[in-house]
């Protein structure tokens, strides 16, 4: 059976039939009119954002104590452990554009943005590694700083002393005087006892220094001294406390309970108590930290494993006192980082207080008081002032960056503003 419909179809229309020619066209035909019949307008949908997100695992610099942040729907920040409030979010919030034909998501501005977040923060981090120091932190600062410094023993004498020589024999007496009671004391020492140094200041009395813990604590008891050496009266004045091996702090103390008081709950069962004094920079309008000098090393060790002391029944807690790192500061410019003969930066002696020439005809002891620092009303070398604090700062960073120079045994507290956020006050 013959199929009719080609009987009139010319050559050319079957050698395009036979390549297909026409079908082409005629799926061009369809395209065109399903284009001419599609609207022009883009459908928009929002899309949740939490579909795009980035899991940054690397770690931030976090600039405030605040717990951090994490994106949740609408664009919302609730608390989390994770990330902190000026970290920016990595979140990338998109809204999808569709048509029959394509999909796209417009999300290379916010995966810019969190790359751009991405290299600030290896930046800050780089720069928190190649920390550069801008104060030049010599050895012997970070010595004096992580060392114990035990303020000179006084003996003040009458008549005053002019001698060498004389002061010489009055030391030797003194120490052969005080030698039997110290050892019957301290059964574990076994060293001769003296001074490491000793100088006559210009009042004409004797002062000295030494390094032992335990001559330094049985020499501020007033009653071990003698009252006379070679003519020479001695009245002793002794340090107001005790070196910080031998204190402890009591925690949250209430302002009602007066230091008087509390010592006279803790003298039941401590008899050796040396000094109880409030610190300053804790008090409150509630309570206060205090603390406590024990002469008694046995006494010392006792409160301080425990733990707690109760005081009017109420348990406190009890720590260690750290001592805080020491600032070397030129007694002749009065710049932290040297001592007097390793000064550079004056020629003359200034004042602290005004900062002018301390050897002029001019009263220093009521001069204005402007540091020469930062022009602020205090002292040069008091604490509070920025340069000093900036100084400080910088000299914590080195100490925990070079722990080869600091001693085996030793710990520091770290002042509020030197410490990292979310890490220890002890070092």
């Given at each position: ?289 205090v603390r406590i000098d024990f002469q ?13 002391v109760p005081i009017y029944g109420q ?51 009521s001069c204005e008081i402007k540091c ?56």
């Amino acid at each position: 059976m013959s199929d009719n419909r080609y009987i009139n179809v010319t050559q050319k229309e079957k050698d395009d039939l036979c390549d297909d020619i026409n079908f082409q066209n005629t799926l061009e035909q369809l395209q065109i009119l399903d284009q001419r019949n599609q609207s022009p307008s883009l459908k928009r949908h929002r899309t949740n954002g939490s579909e795009y997100q980035y899991n940054d695992d690397r770690d931030h610099v976090n600039n405030d104590n605040e717990s951090n942040y994490q994106q949740q729907k609408h664009s919302k920040y609730k608390r989390r452990n994770n990330y902190s409030r000026t970290d920016q979010s990595l979140t990338t919030n998109s809204r999808t554009y569709t048509n029959s034909n394509s999909n796209m998501t417009k999300t290379s501005f916010a995966q810019q943005q969190g790359n751009t977040t991405s290299n600030i923060n290896d930046l800050n981090n780089k720069q928190h590694v190649n920390h550069k120091n801008p104060f030049q932190i010599s050895n012997q600062a970070l010595n004096y700083a992580a060392s114990t410094h035990l303020h000179p023993i006084k003996l003040e004498c009458e008549p005053t002393m002019k001698d060498q020589r004389t002061a010489a024999k009055f030391i030797q007496q003194f120490f052969k005087y005080i030698e039997k009671d110290f050892y019957q004391q301290n059964i574990t020492q076994q060293k001769p006892i003296g001074f490491e140094q000793w100088w006559i200041d210009k009042e004409g009395n004797i002062q000295g220094i030494t390094k032992v813990i335990d001559l330094y604590v049985f020499l501020c008891n007033p009653q071990r001294y003698p009252k006379e050496i070679n003519n020479f009266k001695i009245t002793p004045h002794p340090p107001k406390h005790l070196p910080p091996q031998r204190s402890v702090i009591l925690k949250w103390i209430k302002n009602s309970i007066s230091c008087n008081e509390l010592k006279e709950e803790l003298e039941i069962k401590f008899k050796s108590i040396y000094s109880i004094r409030d610190i300053i920079g804790t008090i409150n309008t509630r309570n206060r930290h205090v603390r406590i000098d024990f002469q008694d090393e046995t006494e010392y060790n006792t409160i301080l494993n425990s733990g707690y002391v109760p005081i009017y029944g109420q348990l406190i807690e009890c720590d260690e006192f750290l001592p805080a790192p020491k600032l070397l500061i030129c007694s002749k410019c009065n710049t932290p980082g040297h001592a007097k003969k390793a000064c550079q930066i004056s020629q003359i002696d200034l004042c602290r207080r005004c900062g002018k020439d301390r050897n002029d005809k001019e009263n220093h002891s009521s001069c204005e008081i402007k540091c020469h620092h930062c022009g602020g009303a205090h002292t040069s070398t008091d604490y509070s002032c920025p340069f000093i604090q900036k100084y400080r700062r910088e000299l914590v960073l080195e100490l925990r960056n070079r722990p080869d120079l600091l001693p085996a045994e030793a710990q520091l507290f770290l002042p509020t503003e030197c410490r990292e956020n979310g890490k220890e006050q002890k070092y």
